[in-house]
Structure formats: structure tokens, C-alpha cells
């Protein structure tokens, strides 16, 4: 998907692009698995929505990106940290750079298992011994079904198969998201090829809780989060 200005500055107005149960959920997942003022790269960081979110949780972060438009959206919002144009699958930071490196609906945009893997693998090299990346992609239930916070209606969703192009809306907003559907088998996959090991992985629900009106949400998931790392899970 092509980033015009127009796009990312709605990408960086709307605030439920990371989704309500990612900012309840993710800041105790990085509180478990990585130390607190620890570096971190977020890798693909768009407009720089996540920076925030790493900030607060006490992460020295960089972000990084293909899309020159969406950097210079970054760049705006967040003039305090360090963004880099790069070329998918090619980090400029020697070995061994990062304690955490987050991926936040990177590997729905990648077109082919080769390319993800190539990028997991880059990203491998990066990572310090002790260090864990974090992905972010979209559920298979996502592109089906009655959710509260997005519009999956789109002819492209009533026929998946692993590769195919799928979109969705945000519902209060209509931001447009396009991207590729990837099954949990297909990512575990690559994880499994790129010789990361999957320390966890987590698909957060909605809460009577969290005091929001949510539909499917409350038993299906929108997202999967996987944890990475080179050590073996416990």
C-alpha cells in the first residue's frame, strides 16, 4: 500500500489504529519479558504511533520505515526521537543492537513468505542474546464477523486465502487499512524458519471491564501478539 501525506496524517490522527486492547495489554507484555530503559527499534513505525507507548513504558526508541510520507509524519509528531528511511529487510545498525524490537502490523503488509522471513531474519541479527521482538498482526477472525471497532464489508474478505489482499475501515473515523491475510500456521512458520523462537503468544479479548460496547470482540480476537526471542520459552 502506497503512503501519501494525506494518508499518514490520518494514520497519525487516529488513535485507535494501535486499538484499545494493545495499549491495556502491551505495556505489561514489555514489562514481562524486557527491562525497563532498555533500546529499542520500532521497526516499520509508520506515522509513529507506538513511539508513545514505548516512551512512557521507559524504552529508549528509534523508529524506522520504508515510506518516506510516513516518516515526515513521524518526524512532526515526535521530534524527539530518531527515525531512519530504510529498504524492507535491511536494518542499518550492526549486530546485537536492540533489547526489543517492535514489529506493529508490519508483517500484514508484506506480500510473500520469503520477504517476511527475510525481514525476521534481519531482525534476528539485530536483537541482543537476551533480547525479544515483539509482532503485531491481524487475527484470521478479523476480516469476518461484527466488531465494534472496524468495518471488515469489503468484497476482497469473502474469500481468504493466505496472500490475498484484504481491507478494513476503522469504523468511527473510515481510515482505510489494505493489506495481505496471513494465517497463524503461516507466521509461526516463518518464525520457525527464521530460527526465532516463539516465547508466547497472546490474543486479547474485550473486557465487561473496559467499559466499551463491544461485539465479537468479547470472544474473538482482533489481533494476534507474538513474543520472540532467541531463548526457549520457559
Known amino acids: 500500500m502506497e503512503y501519501t501525506e494525506e494518508i499518514a496524517r490520518a494514520y497519525a490522527e487516529e488513535k485507535n489504529h494501535l486499538g484499545f486492547m ?3 495489554d502491551l505495556p505489561g507484555i514489555l514489562a514481562k519479558y524486557v527491562r525497563a530503559g532498555a533500546r529499542a527499534l520500532d521497526y516499520g513505525c509508520g506515522a509513529g ?4 507507548l514505548l516512551k512512557d513504558a521507559g524504552f529508549d526508541v528509534e523508529g524506522m520505515d520504508i515510506s518516506d510520507s510516513m516518516l515526515h ?4 509528531d515526535h521530534q524527539n526521537t530518531v527515525f531512519t528511511r530504510i529498504h524492507s529487510a535491511a536494518i542499518p545498525r550492526p ?3 536492540y ?7 508490519v508483517l500484514v503488509e508484506i506480500a510473500s513468505l520469503s520477504e517476511m522471513e527475510a525481514v525476521i531474519r534481519e531482525v534476528k541479527r539485530v536483537l541482543k542474546p537476551s533480547g525479544v521482538a515483539i509482532v503485531i498482526v491481524s487475527s484470521e477472525q478479523k476480516f469476518q464477523g461484527n466488531w465494534l471497532m472496524i468495518n471488515n464489508d469489503f468484497p476482497q474478505n469473502r474469500e481468504l486465502a493466505s496472500g490475498c489482499r484484504v481491507k478494513c ?3 468511527d473515523s473510515g481510515v482505510v487499512f489494505e493489506d495481505f491475510f496471513w494465517t497463524d500456521e ?24 473496559d467499559g466499551m460496547p463491544w461485539k465479537d470482540e ?9 513474543i520472540l526471542g532467541h531463548c526457549c520459552p520457559d
Do not use: E, W
Not at 533489547?99 to 502490523?105: E, F, G, K, P
Not at 523462537?197 to 473486557?207: E, I, K, V
Not at 468479547?218 to 507474538?226: E, G, R, T, V, W
Open 169 to 171: 475501515s476503522v469504523a
Open 49 to 52: 504511533l507506538m513511539i508513545p
Open 73 to 76: 509524519q513521524a518526524v512532526k
Open 99 to 105: 533489547d526489543l524490537v517492535m514489529l506493529s502490523y
Open 22 to 24: 494493545i495499549r491495556r
Open 186 to 209: 503461516d507466521y509461526r512458520s516463518v518464525f520457525s524458519l527464521s530460527n526465532l523462537n516463539l516465547l508466547a503468544c497472546s490474543q486479547p479479548l474485550g473486557t465487561a471491564d
Open 95 to 97: 549486530d546485537a543492537s
Open 218 to 226: 468479547l470472544h474473538s480476537p482482533l489481533f494476534s501478539i507474538y
